[in-house]
């Protein structure tokens, strides 16, 4: 099955925090940092008492109603989402939700990011119905609050796509990635990896459709953006690199895929390595 990328370099899909750096007390800033370093190495258990720690200090220097606050709300949602404890990750993410909606009302942006980081905890757990109304509110409140080709309406753009084509949605699917992949070439230039991103997402939806010419030119494209944004050997290019063997392989063309599985495997083993 191919692999949807998520967004590169705009939010992530449990959109953070960076701490303002006139409220920084040391102890907050060194769990922060803590906190950082080990998610981003995917070691999420290692990661949670820094990500609590942080979030009991940013309440006592920012208090509960501060952007930043939420935003550590969410760093701990993804280290429960990383971990598959839904059930908490929720919980978290309502939290951050009721809190924006409170300090910034309704249709703020923060609002708009919060609703969008809600929205992608259920649809990783195949929970669509839940998530397409809080994806269109997201989308909605963006398109206007902010700029028509504000790189956050690009993001929603992409997200309601992704959910619209995993639930049999081609049409309304494409039309969404399509003005997704603009926005962003446009605002971010050709190069960015969130045009990797989108490229990735567009050419799945034509492999679903069977439009093997277009998704085989975008995964391409995908992976020599990826590859100038991150070097070879990160594993959003072995992402790409899976997209393209398995589209080889279920094609029967065997040849084609072997070059891509083998760099795909060598990545995803050197990144293994690197954890323990």
Known sequence: MARVLGILAIVAPLAGVSLPAWAQSPELMAAYEQY?????????????????????????????GHESYVGLLNNLAEVSRAQKRYD???SLL???LTISEESFGFEHPNVATAANNLAGL???QGRFRD??????????????????GHVHVGQSLNNLADLYRSQGKPADAEALYRNSLAIWEKA???????????LNNLAMLYQDLKRHDEAEQLY????????????PDHLKVAAVLDNLKNFYQVQGRYNEARPYRKRAWAIKKKAKSKKH
């Open 220 to 231: 391409k494209r995908s992976l020599a953006v990826l590859e100038k944004s991150f070097g």
């Open 94 to 96: 309502k939290n951050a």
């Open 131 to 148: 998530a397409e109304p809080l994806s269109k509110r997201a989308l909605a409140i963006r398109e206007k609050m902010l700029e028509p």
């Open 36 to 64: 950082k370093v080990l998610s981003t190495n995917g070691k999420y258990a290692a990661a949670e008492p820094f990500a609590q720690k942080a979030l009991a200090l940013g309440k006592e220097e920012f208090g509960a």
């Open 188 to 198: 971010l230039g050709e190069d960015h990896p969130a045009v990797g991103t989108a």
């Open 88 to 90: 908490e990750a929720e």
């Open 122 to 124: 259920y649809q990783s």
